[in-house]
C-alpha cells in the first residue's frame, strides 16, 4: 500500500505531500540515469524461447517426481534446473506459467491421476497412493475442488475425463496472447540509504508501517529531509494470506540518521547498479500484474540477466492527494552489468 494514506502523523501530511510534488521527482532525477537497452530485436526470439524452455525443465522435474510417487523436488533444485536464481525463481516461474510451484504439483498429480483412472486396471485408491496422496479421501476431495466431480464420477464419463486431462495438461497461462509492448527503460540507479520496516498484513498494516516511519522521522526533524517513499514486497499477496503477507516500508533521506537499538527500524541500501523500470499508473491492485508482464514478457525477450537483489517499487504521488486512477509508482527490476 502507498505510504502516506492515513497515516497519523497529521504534522506529517502537508510535508508528505509537497514531498510528492517536489522532493520525490528530484530524487528521481539524482539517482535514475537512463541507459539504453542492450536487447536488440534479433536477440528476442531465441532468448524467449530460451527462458521457456529453461521453465520447462523445471516442469520435467516435477512431472518425473510425481510419475515415480516422489515428493516434488525442493525450491532450489528447480531454481538450479532452471538455470534461475532462488532468489527470483518464484516470481520468474510466477509470471510464465500463471501458477505457483506448488500449484503446479497439485495440478500435475491431479493430471497424473486421471491418467491413471482412465486405465481400467487401476483402481481409485491405487491411483491415489500413486500420484502422492495419502489417502483416497484426500485423493477425491481434490477432484471435488478442481473438476467438480468424484473419481468414480469421471471414470463413468469417459468424455468429461479426457476433457479434464486436457485442462490440467497446460498452465493457465498457457493460451494467453501476448501482452501489449511495455514502455520500458533500463536505468543506473546510485546507491542510497533507507530507513525501513518490516510489517507482516494487508494494506491497513501497511498502511500502518508508513504511519510509523512518518512519526519517527517527525520526531527526529526529517521530514524535510524526505526524498522517496519505497516499498519492497517481499512476499506477493496473491499466494500468501494477506495475515501472513511481509512487506518491506522505506522512506528515502536526505541528510544523515540514526536508528536507535529496539525502535523496531532498520536500514538498507537500494540502488548500485542497472534496473529495469516500467511505471504504473492506477490503483496498487494492478502491481502485481505489471510485475508477472515485466518478467514473462519483457525480460525473455530482453538480453538481460536478473540480479540479486530485490524488486522494489517507487511511490511518486500522496494518494490522499491525487485519484487512485492517476497514482504512479515505479517498479524496478534489478539487472546485471
Excluded at 536526505?254 to 529496539?262: D, L, S, T, V
Excluded at 525473455?300 to 491525487?322: I, K, T
Aim: one cysteine or more.
Amino acid at each position: 500500500m502507498p505510504p502516506v494514506k492515513d497515516h497519523p502523523v497529521r504534522a506529517a501530511a502537508a510535508a508528505v505531500a509537497d514531498a510528492a510534488e517536489s522532493a520525490a521527482p528530484a530524487a528521481a532525477d539524482r539517482v535514475h540515469e537512463p541507459a539504453p537497452d542492450r536487447a536488440g530485436p534479433a536477440l528476442k526470439a531465441g532468448t524467449r524461447d530460451a527462458h521457456q524452455r529453461r521453465i520447462e525443465r523445471a516442469v520435467a522435474l516435477i512431472e518425473q517426481a510425481i510419475a515415480r510417487g516422489e515428493d516434488p523436488p525442493e525450491l532450489a533444485r528447480l531454481a538450479e534446473a532452471a538455470s534461475f536464481s532462488p532468489f527470483h525463481f518464484h516470481r520468474v516461474y510466477r509470471a510464465m506459467t500463471g501458477e505457483t510451484t506448488g500449484q503446479t504439483v497439485a495440478r500435475l498429480r491431479l493430471l497424473q491421476g486421471l491418467r491413471l483412472l482412465a486405465s481400467a486396471d487401476r483402481s481409485v485408491t491405487d491411483a491415489a497412493l500413486a500420484v502422492g496422496y495419502q489417502t483416497p479421501q484426500a485423493f477425491t476431495r481434490a477432484f471435488r475442488q478442481s473438476v467438480g466431480g468424484t473419481p468414480s464420477e469421471l471414470r463413468a464419463e469417459p468424455e468429461r475425463l479426457w476433457r479434464e486431462i486436457d485442462r490440467l495438461s497446460l498452465p493457465p497461462d498457457s493460451g494467453q496472447a501476448p501482452s501489449p509492448p511495455l514502455r520500458v527503460e533500463v536505468v543506473s540507479v546510485d546507491p542510497f540509504q533507507v530507513v525501513t520496516l518490516r510489517v507482516t498484513g494487508a494494506y491497513p498494516e501497511q498502511n500502518q508501517g508508513y504511519g510509523r516511519l512518518f512519526g519517527w522521522a517527525a520526531e527526529h526533524g526529517l521530514l524535510d529531509a524526505l526524498n522517496g517513499l519505497y516499498g519492497v514486497p517481499v512476499d506477493d499477496r496473491r499466494d500468501v494470506p494477506p495475515q501472513a503477507c511481509a512487506f518491506d516500508c522505506m522512506l528515502a533521506l536526505g541528510r544523515p540518521f540514526q536508528i536507535e537499538a529496539g525502535s523496531g527500524l532498520g536500514t538498507m541500501r537500494l540502488g548500485g547498479g542497472r534496473y529495469a523500470r516500467i511505471r504504473h499508473v492506477g490503483a496498487f491492485d494492478g502491481l502485481e500484474a505489471l510485475t508477472d508482464a515485466l518478467l514473462a514478457h519483457w525480460l525473455p525477450g530482453s538480453g538481460e540477466l536478473l540480479r540479486d537483489a530485490p524488486l522494489h517499487h517507487e511511490y511518486l504521488d500522496d494518494p490522499d492527494e491525487v485519484p487512485e486512477a492517476l497514482l504512479r509508482t515505479d517498479i524496478y527490476l534489478p539487472l546485471q552489468g
